[in-house]
């Protein structure tokens, strides 16, 4: 007996959302800011929308040729269905079965991101590739040897002339490929966007509302409309890892006041995006925020603004949540444009 197409066990709407992403795959590419957006900090001027640029920096990111043994690719850690995170490990694993101690973040809106990954380590997108790819426990893998491998390559050399109208491959339009297809992945479709742009027939809840209300008051100091976060580094009350020992911001300023310091993470797409904090150390939504209504405030290495505590009750975890879910873009989790084209 046949089995049945894989789609039909698709709930309705993730079908639509599929077929819709599959109708509108880019032909061009232009990089629109969403109404109401603050302007990109990403250099589009530099490294101009170019869709066969995009398209190699697709191809790169879900190809394994960029690990030493070719073994581990960009979305080994970052899936797209899953908000480009890495939902079934605490922390991330690498080459070889290497374990690092920090969970990767999801990848969305980075052309809005002055600093890039928990520590703000990467100053930029390029430099964000550059860092997995070349970590002894992440990929491992020499930039001078994936230039090598890729020029080896005919299928890479046909797609880098399309690019870049030069076969010759080089470290620089490898990173611009790769920042052209990340600075792309961008997430504005979803409930919260289309009540906010008052589109006819949507609105929030009575719970989602109240959740809103409670989101405005309690957490949007730090994720801060639209974007969802202020791109700040914050301590926000975790006690430090004894087994991962991870000094967060510190690490790259050496500056003590920075100690246990970690990016404030966007909450778009929090619902997929889990497991939550830089180490994954708690696996539900509900524990996260469970976290932060019961923060111990005697902590004197507590960021400022949640001295002033986050006191929950049980409905307005509740409603809290309701409001978050309101945060996941479908269009964006499913886009056929993110996937692989093979």
Same mark, same amino acid.
């Given at each position: 007996?046949?089995?049945?197409?894989?789609?039909?066990?698709?709930?309705?709407?993730?079908?639509?959302?599929?077929?819709?992403?599959?109708?509108?795959?880019?032909?061009?590419?232009?990089?629109?800011?969403?109404?109401?957006?603050?302007?990109?900090?990403?250099?589009?001027?530099?490294?101009?929308?170019?869709?066969?640029?995009?398209?190699?920096?697709?191809?790169?990111?879900?190809?394994?040729?960029?690990?030493?043994?070719?073994?581990?690719?960009?979305?080994?850690?970052?899936?797209?269905?899953?908000?480009?995170?890495?939902?079934?490990?605490?922390?991330?694993?690498?080459?070889?079965?290497?374990?690092?101690?920090?969970?990767?973040?999801?990848?969305?809106?980075?052309?809005?991101?002055?600093?890039?990954?928990?520590?703000?380590?990467?100053?930029?997108?390029?430099?964000?590739?550059?860092?997995?790819?070349?970590?002894?426990?992440?990929?491992?893998?020499?930039?001078?040897?994936?230039?090598?491998?890729?020029?080896?390559?005919?299928?890479?050399?046909?797609?880098?002339?399309?690019?870049?109208?030069?076969?010759?491959?080089?470290?620089?339009?490898? !990173? @611009?490929? /790769?920042?052209? &297809?990340?600075?792309? +992945?961008?997430?504005?479709?979803?409930? #919260?966007?289309?009540?906010?742009?008052?589109?006819?027939?949507?609105?929030?809840?009575?719970?989602?509302?109240?959740?809103?209300?409670?989101?405005?008051?309690?957490?949007?100091?730090?994720?801060?409309?639209?974007?969802?976060?202020?791109?700040?580094?914050?301590?926000?009350?975790?006690?430090?890892?004894?087994?991962?020992?991870?000094?967060?911001?510190?690490?790259?300023?050496?500056?003590?006041?920075?100690?246990?310091?970690?990016?404030?993470?966007?909450?778009?797409?929090?619902?997929?995006?889990?497991?939550?904090?830089?180490?994954?150390?708690?696996?539900?939504?509900?524990?996260?925020?469970?976290?932060?209504?019961?923060?111990?405030?005697?902590?004197?290495?507590?960021?400022?603004?949640?001295?002033?505590?986050?006191?929950?009750?049980?409905?307005? !975890? @509740?409603? /809290?949540?309701? &409001?978050?879910?309101? +945060?996941?873009?479908?269009?964006?989790? #499913?886009?056929?444009?993110?996937?692989?084209?093979?």
């Amino acid at each position: 007996m046949k089995s049945r197409p894989h789609y039909l066990f698709l709930p309705a709407i993730l079908f639509l959302v599929l077929l819709l992403s599959a109708l509108d795959l880019k032909k061009e590419i232009e990089f629109t800011v969403p109404k109401g957006w603050p302007k990109p900090v990403y250099s589009f001027t530099r490294n101009k929308p170019n869709i066969k640029s995009f398209e190699l920096g697709r191809a790169l990111f879900y190809d394994p040729i960029l690990s030493r043994d070719s073994s581990i690719s960009c979305e080994s850690c970052h899936l797209s269905f899953t908000a480009f995170s890495h939902p079934d490990h605490r922390v991330s694993h690498g080459i070889a079965g290497l374990v690092g101690n920090r969970n990767a973040p999801s990848l969305v809106n980075l052309a809005w991101s002055p600093l890039l990954m928990w520590d703000g380590k990467a100053r930029s997108i390029e430099e964000q590739a550059v860092l997995p790819i070349t970590n002894p426990i992440e990929m491992d893998l020499k930039m001078a040897d994936a230039v090598k491998k890729l020029q080896r390559s005919f299928k890479y050399r046909k797609m880098f002339f399309a690019a870049f109208k030069d076969s010759t491959v080089n470290e620089e339009k490898l !990173l @611009k490929a /790769l920042a052209m &297809f990340t600075s792309n +992945l961008v997430s504005y479709h979803s409930k #919260y966007d289309s009540v906010m742009q008052k589109i006819k027939g949507v609105s929030f809840t009575e719970s989602e509302q109240r959740g809103y209300m409670i989101f405005k008051q309690q957490c949007a100091s730090c994720h801060k409309e639209p974007l969802f976060t202020d791109h700040s580094f914050r301590n926000n009350g975790l006690p430090a890892d004894t087994f991962y020992k991870d000094a967060g911001r510190m690490k790259v300023t050496h500056n003590k006041n920075d100690s246990l310091k970690f990016r404030v993470p966007t909450l778009r797409n929090i619902e997929f995006s889990g497991p939550y904090f830089h180490d994954g150390r708690v696996n539900k939504l509900k524990e996260a925020l469970k976290h932060y209504a019961e923060l111990d405030r005697s902590n004197s290495d507590l960021d400022p603004d949640l001295r002033k505590g986050v006191g929950l009750d049980k409905q307005q !975890l @509740k409603d /809290l949540t309701s &409001f978050l879910r309101t +945060l996941t873009d479908k269009y964006y989790l #499913y886009n056929a444009n993110y996937r692989p084209n093979n």
